[in-house]
């Protein structure tokens, strides 16, 4: 269990039950256990509250507009991304009052592009737009670019500022977790990162 007040004294923790959807909900109270709300984004414009979502390959996404007190957190794998699940978090940040000019977003560690080799089904999942999102591998696979797609979404949404913590969860063994490489390797594909943001 997660000690909260150890890393942001005075706040609680909001945590959705990720579904790999492209679902948000607002929260203005602490979530956590089987009242997790069943989506992969969560928006809230109380303050001491931290919301937060885990992953291990997928990129984590943090938001916050400072003036209007609002922030978000996201989980963004291919499927979710391009479901619509950044779009609706900077929808539903809006409905609280931010401005997508105003949003500031942080893409952190995820499955880098070198790491992510794909296959042919799966690139069939993409439009003709998005090629730049893959490069050519071995034969009838392609590298994809997770971090470039998701903040691709996140300036079609209005957000401007973004940044790429540019951070390989696969590649970077001893310091983050990966679901791909423990899959690959035949370990246990339990561990998570967390990513969290609160306003002040």
Known sequence: RLVIGAMLPGTELAMPFQVH???VAVVSAPVEGDDRPRVDALVSATPGLLVGVVTADC????LADTQA???GAAHAGWRGAQGGVIANTVAAMVDLGAEPSRIVAAVGPCVAQSSYEVDAPFRAH???EDARFFETGREGHWQFDLAGYVAERLRKAGVERVELLGRDTY???ETFFSFRRATHRGEPTGGRQISLIARA
Do not use: N, Q, R, T
């Open 69 to 71: 007190g609002v922030i």
């Open 171 to 173: 590649g970077e063994a």
């Open 21 to 23: 959807s492209p679902d």
């Open 126 to 128: 993409f439009d003709p």
């Open 59 to 62: 990129a984590p996404v943090l």
